[in-house]
């Protein structure tokens, strides 16, 4: 990142995957979440007002004044010298960016048929980087404090450069301020397409029926799983509604009135080998008639079932044909 090309793509980056969360946010019709989409979720929508003033004080001063050339070496006499606050600040991000990523990643991995002999690898990765970086973080603290005490020139240095940051301060606070603005009104915008999904659908009312003669009660545009989470349902669903795992498909009648599934749900129910009558729950939603559905999998199942469907499948079907 301390190219031009890697910044643009980094920012790139961060813009596409924060709209993809943000839209993935106004998408929704009800906010039964599990509690890691909401740690997730939250987590994810702490970091950019987290880390503006991080960039806005380092990569965009730089580009806007040539005399101010913060390294890594800068960054740090900052923080365990002068704004020890701000340290503490971009700890937190560093722990937040990290478990909202580490999540992500283990929720997609944990799905592979590879993941039994890629996890005594990875998991120890995921917990031993953060850790090594923040020990790395705190030795290097140690290392610049005593160059700060013994190096008058380099010190000067700093100061220098922390002296051009001060004579910037209003132009970079008004463009930190326009970063908060927009994140804001694009958060905004998204809470308030989930809202209005929300109430402009609570009176249509549509009632499922499940095996075991369970009823609830949803609204037109929630998906099943939605329904069976709102309602306090057990519904197996590993992947968390993201149309990956197959654990939370249905059966339904052939005349359900549900939406049609899309590119992502049949190219999972085909890779789970799911019978034509199989719906993924989490992706079919409601448009008005009554529903009667038949879980497929227990809501105890784990991610081995998404990984070993065959086996699955044949352990759970005979008991399920006779619940129904
Ligand atoms: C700019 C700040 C960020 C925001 C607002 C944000 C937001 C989100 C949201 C809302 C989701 C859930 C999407 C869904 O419904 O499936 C998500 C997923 C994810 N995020 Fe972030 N995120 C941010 C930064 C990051 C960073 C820096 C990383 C890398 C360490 C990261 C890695 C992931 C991964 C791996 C997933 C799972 C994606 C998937 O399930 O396909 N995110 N993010
Ligand atoms: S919850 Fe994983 S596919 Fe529906």
Known sequence: WQTRLGQTLLLAAAIAH???????????????????????LLLGLATPPLLVNHVVGLAVASDLVARFSPNYGYVLAVYWR??????????????????????????????????PRLAPVVIPILFAIPILALLGFAHAGEAVLARLASDADWRALIEQNLLILQEMRHRLDVIEYGVYLVYGVAVAAAVGILAANILRRRRSLVVISYDGGVTAVGHIG????????????????????????????????????LS??????????????APGDAR???????????????????????AEAAREPDSWATATEPDLEAVS
């Not at 924060?18 to 993935?24: D, E, H, K, R, V």
């Not at 799983?225 to 197996?236: D, K, T, Y």
């Not at 993924?280 to 784990?302: I, K, N």
Request: hydrophobic share 50%; charged share 15%.
């Open 260 to 273: 049609a599934p899309a590119e992502a749900e049949s190219a999972t129910l085909h890779r789970v080998k």
């Open 82 to 115: 002068y704004a020890p606050l701000l340290a503490l600040q971009q700890l937190l991000v560093v722990v937040i960016v990290w478990v909202h990523g580490a999540i992500g990643l283990y929720s997609t991995l944990v799905l592979r048929p590879v993941w």
């Open 18 to 40: 924060a709209g993809l969360g943000l839209t993935s946010l106004a998408s929704r019709h009800s906010l039964a979440m599990s509690r890691t989409d909401w740690v997730q």
């Open 280 to 302: 993924l729950a989490c992706q079919a939603r409601l448009l008005g008639r009554p529903l009667s559905v038949q879980r497929v999998y227990p809501a105890f199942v784990d």
């Open 222 to 257: 929630m998906s099943v799983l939605e329904v069976s989470r709102a309602n306090h349902i057990p519904h197996a669903s590993v992947c968390g509604g993201r149309a990956r795992c197959g654990t939370c498909r249905i059966i339904v009648p052939a005349d359900a009135d």
